[in-house]
């Protein structure tokens, strides 16, 4: 079965990084692109961004391009988003999910709760 | 970016009965390919968001037929037949026609 498997949750100083990972399972890993999505809590959703993992295309929203960096890794299945000097405003949930553009995100993982505070 | 305005906010309503969400885009989200890309999806608390619906009446895998989705262009319409506890949380629409993919902002299915 379809598994995206997120790490755990992440606390962080001001001005800190974070680097977090999606481990997919049960699909061919290089036929899907892989999004993240932001939710802040009580909050709508987000679309950070999004790399192909085949072709190792990348496509960033506006919003988050000075602030996610985004990485694949074939040949263990595993996405991974790296967010850089954080601020209160990037407490939040991050989500990964799959996609076949421009069909809708089907999948997505359990959700990195990233803290941060002094 | 394609704003798209969900309502009501909130919606009460008592096990058995039906609701209806309705959801608005700033802009017709046909594709060029001649599909329209409006996506449903229900998130309950502490969970990940799940789809239900995609292009605009498809039910997802698993998905009860107790779900319809309807619409074109721009308005859109989410109905739950026979409302169960299992169906409470929040809905959100989501369009992913155009870059970058947009949601509206949630509404909450609550018991009244």
């Known amino acids: 079965q379809v598994q995206l498997q997120q790490s755990g949750a992440e606390l962080a100083r001001p001005g800190a990084s974070v680097k977090m990972s999606c481990k997919a399972s049960?699909?061919?890993?290089?036929?899907?692109?892989m999004h993240w999505v932001k939710q802040r809590p009580g909050q709508g959703l987000d679309w950070i961004g999004y790399?192909?993992?085949?072709?190792?295309?990348?496509n960033y929203n506006q919003k988050f391009k000075d602030k996610a960096t985004l990485t694949a890794d074939k040949s263990s299945s595993t996405a991974y988003m790296q967010l850089s000097s954080l601020t209160s405003e990037d407490s939040a949930v991050y989500y990964c999910?799959?996609?076949?553009?421009?069909?809708?995100?089907?999948?997505w993982g359990q959700g990195t709760s990233v803290t941060v505070s002094s | 970016d394609v704003v798209m305005t969900q309502t009501p906010l909130s919606l009460p309503v008592s096990l058995g009965d039906q609701a209806s969400i309705s959801c608005r885009s700033s802009?017709?989200?046909?594709?060029?390919?001649?599909?329209?890309?409006l996506h449903w999806y229900l998130q309950k608390p502490g969970q990940s968001p799940k789809l239900l619906i995609y292009?605009?009446?498809k039910r997802f895998s698993g998905v009860p037929d107790r779900f319809s989705g309807s619409g074109s262009g721009t308005d859109f319409t989410l109905k739950i037949n026979r409302v169960e506890a299992e169906d409470l949380g929040v809905y959100f629409c989501?369009?992913?026609?155009?870059?970058?993919?947009?949601f509206g902002g949630g509404t909450k299915l609550e018991i009244k």
């Open positions: 999910t799959r996609r076949i553009n421009p069909d809708a995100m089907d999948y």
């Open positions: 049960g699909f061919t890993f290089t036929t899907y692109t």
């Open positions: 790399i192909n993992p085949s072709s190792g295309f990348i």
């Open positions: 802009q017709s989200l046909v594709h060029s390919n001649g599909n329209t890309y």
């Open positions: 292009k605009i009446s």
């Open positions: 989501s369009q992913s026609t155009h870059v970058p993919p947009t």
